[in-house]
């Protein structure tokens, strides 16, 4: 009874150490539409968030391919072309309010936009790369619930 106790306890054991080395796997890498999508970089150079100002953000709707978001100081819209690794960004609409800060930016991810070629994700982490590789943008997935 004893060394079956033993063994038994063994089992849950070694179970448990298994699942807790499955737990620390690599992140399951989120998914390119419906996430909201944070600015970070534009080429190699980090993005700050302006106070008073909502964050450059994007999120591409799987439902129309439409792309809605932030400059940082207006708000985008427009449509995208998706097909496997390719991904690219229709004519780019925004409003028109002026900001202290953050003009620069806004340019910058517009134009960053337009060189869209290529997407990659790995974790949380989503990078947005222009015909010859380049990197264009770099963002972070933010869970908003």
């Given at each position: 009874?004893?060394?079956?106790?033993?063994?038994?306890?063994?089992?849950?054991?070694?179970?448990?150490?298994?699942?807790?080395?499955?737990?620390?796997?690599?992140?399951?890498?989120?998914?390119?539409?419906?996430?909201?999508?944070?600015?970070?970089?534009?080429?190699?150079?980090?993005?700050?968030?302006?106070?008073?100002?909502?964050?450059?953000?994007?999120?591409?709707?799987?439902?129309?391919?439409?792309?809605?978001?932030?400059?940082?100081?207006?708000?985008?819209?427009?449509d995208y072309r998706l097909a496997g690794q390719?991904?690219?960004?229709?004519?780019?609409?925004?409003?028109?309010?002026?900001?202290?800060?953050?003009?620069?930016?806004?340019?910058?991810?517009?134009?960053?936009?337009?060189?869209?070629?290529?997407?990659?994700?790995?974790?949380?982490?989503?990078?947005?790369?222009?015909?010859?590789?380049?990197?264009?943008?770099?963002?972070?997935?933010?869970?908003?619930?």
């Amino acid at each position: 009874m004893m060394k079956r106790m033993m063994s038994l306890a063994l089992v849950l054991a070694f179970s448990l150490v298994m699942a807790g080395c499955a737990a620390m796997e690599a992140p399951v890498d989120e998914p390119l539409v419906n996430t909201y999508w944070k600015l970070t970089r534009l080429g190699e150079t980090p993005v700050a968030v302006v106070d008073n100002q909502r964050e450059a953000h994007l999120v591409l709707h799987e439902e129309d391919r439409r792309v809605a978001g932030s400059t940082g100081c207006n708000r985008l819209m427009g449509d995208y072309r998706l097909a496997g690794q390719a991904l690219s960004f229709g004519q780019m609409a925004t409003t028109r309010m002026a900001c202290m800060a953050g003009m620069d930016t806004e340019q910058a991810f517009l134009a960053a936009l337009d060189r869209v070629a290529a997407w990659d994700i790995e974790g949380k982490s989503l990078t947005l790369t222009d015909a010859q590789g380049e990197v264009v943008a770099r963002f972070e997935a933010v869970h908003l619930y």
